[in-house]
């Protein structure tokens, strides 16, 4: 097991990316704080991990709200007692061209991926060097990478969390903290549902496993299995990376 005695705050815990990360983390000896907006999600997740044996509890938290995002922090650090890793996993997404970007939109966006993500990172740091370092991994996307159209919001704040990992691994090397980011391509998981309607949910998969070279969408256990190379000790020597996990995707 490769996480025994850490302790680990993901974002978005309750489902998806998040969710598989926590179980797979927690699989591997890591104590695991997720945190969220629904408890529902987050009360199951935690269920199956106890289930599993494995050690995890959960805080209703909106990551849109500075002072929560400090609490999910805090809470973590009081149910285990420390905190080694955090996953900034929670994120949105919603696509449409930039003549119809809205304010509302904007905010909404900005609020949980960049803001939340970066005052997470603010709060976890001082945890993470009261042990003698620690690991932040950021989940950012392909569309951080490359130009997509009718991203330009959600585009916006990938890329920022892509620019913000290398500026956060920079500022916290000399604390033995290591920041990595992650950048998936297509997986299936709920976030489709909350910005593709129903009607159109499978033609739009089908079309996203067409673009992908290994003509497959991901699976969320796929970015939880390079989220714990990047926490675990076998990337020590990594710091300030972008991991791309796409099937190909970028480079069709
Ligand atoms: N799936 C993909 O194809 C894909 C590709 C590239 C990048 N990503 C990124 O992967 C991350 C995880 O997404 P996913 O695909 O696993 O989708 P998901 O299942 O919808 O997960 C998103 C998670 O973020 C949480 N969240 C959203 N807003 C929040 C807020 N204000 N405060 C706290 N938690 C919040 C959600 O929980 P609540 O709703 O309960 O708050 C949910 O658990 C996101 O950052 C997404 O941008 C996904």
């Known amino acids: 097991m490769k996480l025994v005695n850490k302790t680990a705050l993901i974002s978005g815990g309750g489902s998806g990316i998040g969710k598989a990360t926590a179980l797979c983390f927690a699989a591997e000896g890591a ?3 997720i945190a969220g907006r629904r408890k529902d999600p987050l009360v199951e997740t935690v269920a199956e991990i106890h289930r599993n044996g494995g050690q995890a509890a959960y805080v209703v938290a909106d990551y849109a709200r500075v002072k929560q995002v400090e609490e999910s922090v805090d809470a973590a650090r009081s149910a285990f007692g420390t905190l080694d890793i955090l996953v900034n996993n929670a994120g949105v997404a ?20 960049l803001k939340g993500l970066l005052f ?56 033995n903290i290591r920041v990595n980011c992650i950048c998936p391509g297509f997986i299936e998981t709920p976030i489709f549902d909350t910005f593709i309607p129903k009607e159109d949910l ?13 003509k497959r969408m991901g699976r969320a256990d796929e970015v939880a299995k390079a989220a714990l190379y990047l926490v675990s000790e076998d990337a020590e020597w990594m710091t300030g990376n972008v991991i791309t996990l796409d099937g190909g995707l970028n480079i069709a």
């Open 94 to 113: 919603g696509f449409r061209p930039i003549l119809e970007v809205t304010e509302e939109e904007y905010e909404y966006q900005t609020s949980i991926n």
């Open 202 to 214: 499978a033609a739009s998969k089908a079309s996203f496993r067409e673009m992908t070279p290994l």
């Open 31 to 33: 104590r695991v704080m």
């Open 120 to 175: 997470a990172t603010k709060f976890a740091i001082p945890a993470l060097a009261e042990q003698g370092g620690g690991s932040i991994v950021n989940i950012s996307s392909g569309a951080g990478l490359k130009a997509v159209p009718a991203s330009s919001v959600y585009g916006l704040t990938k890329a920022g969390v892509v620019h913000l990992t290398k500026i956060v691994a920079l500022e916290t090397a000399n604390m």
